[in-house]
């Protein structure tokens, strides 16, 4: 994991992207899925499976973990599975209110999905300094994470 200073970006691996707001932090394997995040199904939290369907472990689909409500804000992690793993991870919903919230998604969310990535689990590090944004993120990944089945 890469050591934060004022000086390195903690996102400069390459894996890890930024698109729309401050909560559109996404990740991928090094083989990336072909699966859409969120194509289809429902925007209920929580609700699970929203790609494929059936038992098929080598198609790839996507599942949203409940909203974790945390002192700042909610905080909600979106996985893509394909072939029983984890193959990419989002974060749809996260606090973004103020420049100061902004400032720590962009060092802390690329981190968190990296290590997803890495660890194929829940079972990461929370980032120094963001305590509240990793519990949140930890406590919706677990719950994606089991929606999954994995």
């Known amino acids: 994991m890469p050591i934060a200073s004022d000086s390195t970006p903690l996102y400069g ?14 990740g ?8 859409t995040a969120g194509s289809s199904g429902s925007t209920e939290p929580g609700n ?4 494929s369907s059936g038992n098929n472990e080598g198609a790839a689909r996507t599942v949203t973990g409940s ?3 945390t002192r700042w804000g909610p905080v909600q992690v979106q996985l893509t ?4 793993k984890i193959t990419a991870a989002s974060v749809p919903q ?21 290590e997803t990535l890495d660890a194929q ?9 963001a305590t509240v944004m990793s ?3 930890v406590q919706s990944l677990q719950a994606a994470i089991d929606e999954a089945g994995l």
């Not at 691996?13 to 996404?26: H, K, L, M, T, Y």
């Not at 991928?28 to 699966?35: F, L, N």
């Not at 599975?81 to 029983?84: Q, V």
């Open 81 to 84: 599975i394909g072939g029983g």
């Open 67 to 69: 909203v974790a409500q």
């Open 135 to 137: 519990g949140g993120y």
């Open 121 to 129: 689990s829940a079972d990461i590090d929370a980032v120094s300094g």
């Open 28 to 35: 991928e394997t090094a083989a990336p899925s072909t699966a």
């Open 48 to 51: 699970g499976d929203t790609g």
């Open 13 to 26: 691996w390459g894996r890890a992207a930024r698109s729309g707001s401050a909560c559109s932090w996404s």
């Open 94 to 114: 996260c606090p973004d209110n103020n420049p100061r919230d902004q400032e720590i998604n962009s060092d802390v969310l690329p981190i968190l999905v990296q």
